[in-house]
């Protein structure tokens, strides 16, 4: 007998048969981590929401809710240092790095508090960051100091040269030198002394030179300080070379009348001083009065003699520049004609003097050296 067939199940669709439950093994299981469960808010007041209206970050929607906020990772860095508190001696304490600090946020028109680490200093920096600011203070007061030295010094220095007694001119150490026949000391000495207690440092030499040079008989002068407190005076006196007749104003015109005394003049014919009679060695010089260019021959002639001719000559006497004769103190004559070629003119006049063959002459004329002539 054959079976009927079976129906097809119309209905709900069969359930897969469950698979078989595995025996337990003995396997090590991992440990379950606990469970971190974040932080709530506080529920917000409800507000009324609109379809396209977003919530904004932070806040809360309106069927109460609330969204869990993280906490921030711990930070990691060097262990804050804060400031010696008065009571512990001076040390520095250190802070826990794990403290966490409060700082409120806001959010929107509610606020809520996150854990904020604050700024962390090490103590080696700490104590570098002092070593400095003690080492600027240091520099400070190095560079006032340094100042005030160097103000004081320049100071002391400007007094001890300019206005202090240490370094005034006194009269006692002042050495005049070259004053010759003619120049008073004391003079000088006088005007020198005009400038004692005044320092070395503000003496001026040049007004002091051109005041010596006021004193009469002096040609030139030189004055240079001697410290701390001396001057010494180098002074070229007018030495006379000649002696001048001078008549008297009522035969002014007849030059070997009579003479009121004789004029003492230099090379220059400055004339240095005056006397009643001729000094010894010093020649007498005979020209017409006011002829100032023949006596300029005259004098360059005597200027240009070696000191030993020069002191043989007793007179000079010249009608024109160029008609210059001397006597000697022998009483011999020397023709010397014109201030030229007078370097010649003596070695030709000590040569003939010195000649055997000119012994006993009275005339030496040497007024064209190449050519001359003893009588």
Do not use: C, N
Not at 58 to 74: K, N
Not at 271 to 300: F, I, N
Request: avoid cysteine; aromatic fraction near 2%; hydrophobic fraction near 40%.
């Amino acid at each position: 007998m054959t079976p009927p067939p079976r129906r097809p199940v119309t209905g709900r669709p069969a359930r897969p048969r469950p698979a078989p439950a595995r025996p337990a093994t003995p396997s090590a299981r991992p440990e379950a981590r606990p469970e971190v469960r974040p932080r709530a808010l506080p529920p917000a007041e409800p507000r009324p929401s609109t379809g396209s209206q977003r919530t904004a970050p932070g806040e809360q929607r309106a069927t109460g809710e609330h969204r869990a906020v993280p906490l921030p990772l711990r930070p990691t860095g060097p262990r804050p240092v804060r400031e010696p508190a008065p009571d512990t001696g001076g040390q520095a304490q250190v802070l826990d790095p794990h403290a966490p600090t409060v700082t409120t946020y806001t959010s929107g028109r509610h606020g809520f508090a996150l854990p904020v680490r604050a700024a962390v200093v090490s103590e080696r920096s700490a104590e570098r960051f002092a070593e400095r600011a003690r080492a600027r203070r240091r520099l400070a007061v190095r560079q006032v100091v340094i100042g005030v030295s160097a103000f004081v010094a320049v100071g002391s220095l400007a007094w001890l040269l300019l206005l202090s007694p240490v370094l005034a001119l006194d009269p006692a150490r002042v050495a005049i030198s070259g004053a010759g026949t003619v120049v008073a000391v004391d003079q000088v000495a006088a005007v020198v002394g005009g400038r004692a207690g005044t320092p070395l440092p503000r003496l001026d030499t040049v007004a002091l030179r051109d005041d010596v040079l006021e004193v009469p008989g002096v040609r030139e002068a030189r004055v240079m300080r001697d410290w701390p407190r001396g001057l010494v005076v180098e002074l070229v006196s007018r030495e006379p070379v000649a002696a001048v007749p001078e008549p008297p104003s009522t035969s002014a015109a007849a030059p070997d009348g009579p003479v009121a005394g004789f004029a003492l003049l230099d090379m220059d014919g400055v004339q240095v001083g005056r006397v009643d009679v001729p000094p010894e060695g010093l020649p007498v010089v005979r020209v017409p009065v006011g002829d100032a260019r023949t006596l300029r021959a005259v004098l360059t002639v005597l200027e240009a003699l070696p000191p030993d001719l020069l002191g043989q000559v007793g007179e000079v006497s010249a009608e024109t520049q160029d008609t210059v004769t001397m006597v000697l103190r022998d009483g011999a004559e020397v023709v010397w004609g014109s201030a030229h070629e007078t370097a010649l003119k003596i070695a030709v006049l000590q040569a003939l003097r010195a000649a055997p063959a000119s012994a006993g002459s009275a005339v030496f004329d040497v007024s064209a050296p190449t050519l001359p002539i003893t009588r």
